[in-house]
């Protein structure tokens, strides 16, 4: 196996697969044979993926990403890690660090993000405002910096080091509440906080900063919602919360989006109210009507009832909560609004919308009888309840709809597909039914300008469907190019 040179050059590398390919191409057995080993196709991509487990790694971005680390100056490097240990929960920073272990030495905020006290000690001896100097570009303080350290996930033996670095910077004389004027409300317990959705907070620090006065306002309290223990990281926060009912509004944004039933009890039980809450984007919604339209189960749903929430409260599209429960198949909600005194009234459009999410073909076409046009006057929303049905692999559901009219076209949250929604979470069966119906492979979706192929990428990366058979879907979507 080839060794990776001590500072590779990308472009010789690009060379070399092309080399490679042109080889393969003339027949020749040994690069045909390379090239065979990890694909099927004589390709400029497979001539690549070749040339980089030649040299060990799994992949050629992965192989192009060593290429870049290595070719960076110490100085940009040192900058790049900076940011990795702050900002990239992946672990790059690590793999930096071990590559390049004068990293650690480069300057003070190395020390500080990696927790070494020695050095942080050495360096504010020789110069006290270290402490509370600002840095022009981030804003922020060296206090700021350990905090928002996401090396005690990359490397938990550093936890203790970033908490006795914490304590030399507040003895020097750094602010435990202060803000960052760049970045307005960026305290060093909000970065404490954030950098916890990728893996453990430091909640030592965390005590330590609450000891000395630090108050968690409505976002810190929602960012903890994202966070990895956000079980326990949650009730500490709460308990220096004087009146979490005037407080909390966005910070139930986070469990809602992750139908996340015991995270949203803490801050209920704690005084949240659910009819001063706001979405993601900080705009006041009825929270009921919002939990249906995320999908969110009837248990989460029960909690905001159960604690006062408006289960008539209309959303945007003038929907009540009941009325969208039915439009999106929700029987159980349905029945749940109804024995909570919420408006049970529904329309016609609820009616059918209902029906096609079970696939009643009787009930659709009765309606439809009754009135003919019903289909031609739905909203662009209600039609894309087709793209709902596909993302939850409701096959029957969608043909049903494509039968009656549904446009194949029909566009839902980001501008996505039925195709997107099915690819995204991998229901191998329903895409299979879109294509045969002639949904449209390289159709972009509206936010990311992505076709369905991407979404599909995107969805194996996280995971959601482990018994998907993703090499399939791929190759189906990328039949056509």
Partial sequence: MPTLPA????????????DLLRAAGSGDGDAVEQIRLVSDRITLASAQLAL???YGFASWPALKAEVEARTLELAEQADAFLRASIGDGSGRAARM????????RYSFAAAVVLGDADRVRAELGRDPGLATRVDARSGWTALHVVCASRWPQFDPARADGLLAVAQLLLEAGADPVGRSERRPGWSPLRCVIASSNSGPSNRPIAELLLELGAVPDDHDLYLAGFAHDRLELLPLLLGHVASVRDVAEQAL???????????????????ADPNRYRN????PVPAVWTAIRAGCSAAFVEQLLQHGADPSAAGADGRTPYRLALASGRADLADLLRESGADARASDVDAFLAACLRADRDETRHLLDADPGLVSRLTDDERATLVRAAEAGNSAAVALMLDLGFPLDARGDNGATALHAAAYAGKLDTVRLLLDRGADVEARDTTWDSTPLVWANVGREEQRDDETDWDELARLLAADG
């Fill in 97 to 104: 660090l071990a590559a390049t272990p004068e990293l650690a």
């Fill in 7 to 18: 500072y590779p050059n990308l472009d010789q590398l690009r060379r070399q697969a092309k």
């Fill in 52 to 54: 980089a487990r030649s």
């Fill in 253 to 271: 944004a986070a469990p809602l989006s992750n139908d996340d039933v015991d995270a949203a009890r803490l801050l209920l039980d704690s005084g």
């Fill in 280 to 283: 993601d984007d900080g705009d």
